[in-house]
Nanobody, 119 residues
Framework: QVQLVESGGGLVQPGGSLRLSCVAS????????MGWYRQAPGKQRALVAT???????NYADSVKGRFTISRDNAKKTVNLQMNSLTPEDTAVYYC?????????????WGQGTQVTVSS
């Protein structure tokens, strides 16, 4: 199967930084897109940033200029560098991968990692 292992979440003060990482492992054959979504309390899950293979990164307006997504294809890893964090960034962050397994397309999600921005 496919496993998405997330790391880097935690508690940080406003203005601080965190770096999230997600590593895809298992039987996944090809990865088309990797990215991050988040869900704050009482809100719907929303896109944060994605990066397709051979394409440009896509960012939510609320994080442009503050967050940077990067991808290491050899290691099947996607990172999210988060700077200038605010309390509004507090949410559970989910890694998302679209790829192929057993010759079929699939979508996989990480378990989520909590990011809390508070003074």
């Amino acid at each position: 199967q496919v496993q998405l292992v997330e790391s880097g979440g935690g508690l940080v003060q406003p203005g601080g930084s965190l770096r999230l990482s997600c590593v895809a492992s298992g039987s996944i054959q090809s990865i088309y897109r990797m990215g991050w979504y988040r869900q704050a309390p009482g809100k719907q899950r929303a896109l944060v940033a994605t990066v397709p293979s051979g394409g440009n990164a896509n960012y939510a307006d609320s994080v442009k200029g503050r967050f940077t997504i990067s991808r290491d294809n050899a290691k099947k890893t996607v990172n999210l560098q988060m700077n200038s964090l605010t309390p509004e960034d507090t949410a559970v962050y989910y890694c998302n991968v679209i790829g192929t397994l057993g010759g079929m397309n699939g979508v996989w999600w990480g378990q989520g990692t909590q990011v809390t921005v508070s003074s």
